[in-house]
């Protein structure tokens, strides 16, 4: 019976993806009610992450910001299944690409890269960009539990254009085999998710303690893999911009905790600007700093118990 419900399940993704995006922005509206008034999806866990994030914002401003929130939330998921069927050309008018030298500029190098991204805006469309550079792309995601015929859905719609979808426990085994292969890679890993309470490392990020996947810290310093900034932009409904910055040019070069203070600083300063397009369901907070494990300061750059 699980099988029977998975498989109408795709079959409904995909029938959805081939409808033209204004019923895809009807049916987003339909869902936005559904999520926020009707279901109330998470709706406490929103509100708390905001309050404590945005300590110095009314009532008013976060239910603002939240109710934006749930509307991108329902886009991003018709965006996202419109995606298995969206042709070129509706991709190239839809979604702008900037910052491409930097990939040709490693490939030509020989050098693979790791690209830290974040759950801002639309991240799902960053597979095609694989159709614009020489270096593998390689997206890093988190296996879908229970449901097979999903997950072979997601993984055909990232990969349709020539990117590799990479389960996370086989990131940093990946990062390296790329390093040393004739073909140079890009590894894009979303370090925004909530690691396990055991991290060891933690800083002071939206105004709360907060634990950070090492991963990209580790990748980049076993590798001395350049790191990029992968940031979109939202600049109209179903419409965004991709940008890339470099962050750490040679990563063997600076002290290990900076490669995740460069990423930390830029994610606030994203999440900041336009607070309404992160993925404020996630439960970020979760786990409580342990007392054995030091925090991170930012400013003095010190550690502290």
Not at 78 to 92: P, R
Request: hydrophobic share 40%; proline share 4%; aromatic share 12%.
């Amino acid at each position: 019976m699980d099988s029977i419900v998975d498989r109408f399940v795709v079959l409904l993704c995909k029938l959805t993806a081939r409808l033209p995006f204004w019923v895809i922005w009807g049916l987003a509206d339909i869902f936005y009610v559904l999520l926020y008034y009707v279901a109330r999806y998470r709706r406490k866990t929103v509100h708390e992450n905001l309050v404590r994030s945005f300590p110095e914002k009314s009532q008013k401003e976060i239910r603002k910001i939240t109710k934006k929130f749930y509307h991108h939330l329902s886009d991003l998921g018709l965006e996202t299944i419109k995606f298995n069927q969206m042709t070129e050309k509706e991709i190239d008018d839809r979604l702008k690409v900037y910052g491409l030298d930097i990939y040709e500029e490693y490939y030509k190098a020989g050098k693979s890269i790791v690209l830290l991204g974040q759950h801002h805006n639309n991240w799902e469309w960053s597979g095609s960009i694989q159709r614009f550079i020489k270096a593998q792309y390689l997206v890093v995601y988190n296996p879908v539990r229970k449901n097979k015929e999903l997950e072979k859905f997601i993984l055909q719609t990232r990969e349709r254009f020539g990117a590799k979808s990479i389960p996370v426990n086989h990131s940093v085994r990946t990062a390296l085999a790329f390093n040393n292969a004739e073909r140079p890679g890009a590894l894009i890993l979303a370090a925004d998710q909530t690691p396990p309470s055991n991290s060891q490392f933690w800083t002071t990020f939206l105004n709360q303690e907060t634990a950070f996947f090492v991963g990209p810290m580790k990748i980049a310093i076993k590798t001395n893999q350049p790191v990029v900034l992968h940031h979109t932009r939202k600049v109209g409904r179903g419409r965004y911009e991709v940008f890339h910055y470099k962050l750490i040019e040679n990563p063997s070069e600076v002290e290990p905790e900076e490669i995740m203070m460069a990423y930390i600083h830029k994610l606030e300063e994203i999440i900041k600007t336009e607070p309404e397009y992160w993925l404020w369901s996630h439960r970020r907070w979760k786990h409580k700093r342990q007392a054995n494990i030091e925090l991170y300061e930012r400013k003095t750059r010190d550690i502290r118990q």
